[in-house]
């Protein structure tokens, strides 16, 4: 089936601790982006990426980092920086010149500390 | 970049129209208005765009205001899994200007 691919479903993190969360698109999409989102609240925009090797900050890019090697591949790394990194990652990509831009979501990865 | 307002909350009942409006007073000539919808720990879900016609698919109906300030997602004949949160944003012609803000919590009575 095409779609995003999120993995894990869920991570817990240590203090002084980065994880990485996968993301993975089968798509064919050029654009690919990272939010996070606290409960009870909006998606607000971390990284997003226009093609590879390409990639721009959002509204909160601070303690987060990314790459994007591969077309189909966006991993978003959490690193000990981010001081209250708990909370859900969602994961999209698009086509801007084609599809008018309509992003399509994984399914998220909930992320909290322990 | 562009922002909407939406109400923060509206209830229907089960079988009735519903009409979810958002203001987006500042949108820009190019920008396209599109909808999406999230389901409780779920991802959103792209749900209707328009760019000045209103436009119908299967799952909603999208009217826009003559001056684009605002635009109404339509449900016609909503039912529980219609409950969700709504979100109104604006797209450009590239990535990452959009921006969601809280959208609609819609409640569905049965």
């Known amino acids: 089936d095409g779609g995003i691919t999120q993995s894990p479903k869920y991570l817990f993190r240590k203090e002084g601790q980065n994880v990485t969360l996968s993301c993975e698109q089968n798509?064919?999409?050029?654009?690919m982006y990272w939010y996070r989102q606290d409960p009870g609240q909006g998606l607000r925009l971390i990284y997003y990426?226009?093609?590879?090797?390409?990639?721009q900050k959002g509204d909160i890019a601070e303690g987060y980092s990314v790459s994007r090697e591969k077309k189909e591949s966006f991993p978003l790394t959490v690193t000990s920086a981010q001081k209250n990194p708990t909370a859900f990652y969602l994961c999209?990509?698009?086509?801007?010149?084609?599809?008018?831009?309509?992003?399509?979501f994984g399914a998220g990865t909930r992320l909290s500390v322990l | 970049d562009a922002k909407t307002t939406q109400p923060n909350s509206m209830e229907s009942n089960e079988e009735e129209p519903v009409h979810l409006p958002c203001n987006h007073s500042?949108?820009?000539?190019?920008?396209?208005i599109h909808w999406y919808r999230q389901l409780p720990s779920q991802g959103p879900e792209y749900v209707i765009h328009g760019l000045t016609s209103n436009v119908n698919n299967r799952m909603a109906s999208l009217a826009i205001a003559e001056d684009r300030k605002s635009s109404t997602l339509i449900l016609h004949r909503a039912t529980l899994r219609d409950a969700a949160v709504y979100y109104c944003?604006?797209?450009?012609?590239?990535?990452?200007?959009?921006?969601f803000g809280d959208g609609t919590t819609l409640t569905v009575k049965p």
């Open positions: 990426s226009q093609i590879v090797n390409d990639f």
């Open positions: 500042t949108i820009s000539g190019t920008d396209y």
């Open positions: 999209a990509s698009s086509m801007p010149t084609v599809d008018k831009n309509i992003q399509y």
């Open positions: 798509l064919n999409h050029d654009a």
């Open positions: 944003i604006l797209e450009g012609a590239n990535a990452g200007k959009s921006t």
